[in-house]
T-cell receptor
Framework: AQSVTQLDSQVPVFEEAPVELRCNYSSSVSVYLFWYVQYPNQGLQLLLKYLSGSTLVKGINGFEAEFNKSQTSFHLRKPSVHISDTAEYFCAVSGLGGSYIPTFGRGTSLIVHP | DTGVSQNPRHKITKRGQNVTFRCDPISEHNRLYWYRQTLGQGPEFLTYFQNEAQLEKSRLLSDRFSAERPKGSFSTLEIQRTEQGDSAMYLC?????????????FGDGTRLSIL
């Protein structure tokens, strides 16, 4: 079985400040990890993914995430946020050798203030 | 890549009525997924197709829910005898063949409101 915990339901931040959205997972097998973004009344869009190799993954819109196997974490970071980054962010995990169906976290609402 | 298309975008119906949603996946994607999303939650898995075969169903999927994917192309999700608790966003996603390493492409969802 696999599960995802997004530790913060809401993260308020000022424009141009750095931000980190936290994600921890549990799985009995090796995993693939994803971050998605959802804007109001839209579906989810892929921000970035970790499949293997380098633990630092770069995605779209200036976001990056670091896979930490010992801490079972995959935190999302951006050095300087914009108003347009205000959205819901979801971490997801799918298991290598297990179910191909990803499990999503509850989401973190990023609110960027001017 | 024309994206995943879902229709209708919004559906308002009275309790007890039946509703059907349609999803058109990206044409070369053989995997199709249905999720339900309520306010403040992540997508919850409902069911999964590989081509025309429905390979997995969540325990969340009561017998009032049925999904089909004839000929492995578009899919429909039907809810019979709708209840207030069925109010949610229903998301469809598709992905190409792979071993869990393929990200999903989501449609914009169908928002269901039960009066």
């Amino acid at each position: 079985a696999q599960s995802v915990t997004q530790l913060d339901s809401q993260v308020p931040v000022f424009e141009e400040a750095p931000v980190e959205l936290r994600c921890n997972y549990s799985s009995s097998v090796s995993v693939y990890l994803f971050w998605y973004v959802q804007y109001p009344n839209q579906g989810l869009q892929l921000l970035l993914k970790y499949l293997s190799g380098s633990t630092l993954v770069k995605g779209i819109n200036g976001f990056e995430a670091e896979f930490n196997k010992s801490q079972t974490s995959f935190h999302l970071r951006k050095p300087s946020v914009h108003i347009s980054d205000t959205a819901e962010y979801f971490c997801a995990v799918s298991g290598l050798g297990g179910s191909y169906i990803p499990t999503f976290g509850r989401g973190t609402s990023l609110i960027v203030h001017p | 890549d024309t994206g995943v298309s879902q229709n209708p975008r919004h559906k308002i119906t009275k309790r007890g009525q039946n509703v059907t949603f349609r999803c058109d996946p990206i044409s070369e994607h053989n995997r199709l997924y249905w999720y339900r999303q309520t306010l403040g939650q992540g997508p919850e898995f409902l069911t999964y197709f590989q081509n025309e075969a429905q390979l997995e169903k969540s325990r969340l999927l009561s017998d009032r829910f049925s999904a089909e994917r004839p000929k492995g192309s578009f899919s429909t999700l039907e809810i019979q005898r709708t209840e207030q608790g069925d109010s949610a966003m229903y998301l469809c996603a598709s992905s190409p063949p792979g071993r869990g390493n393929q990200p999903q492409h989501f449609g914009d969802g169908t928002r269901l409101s039960i009066l």
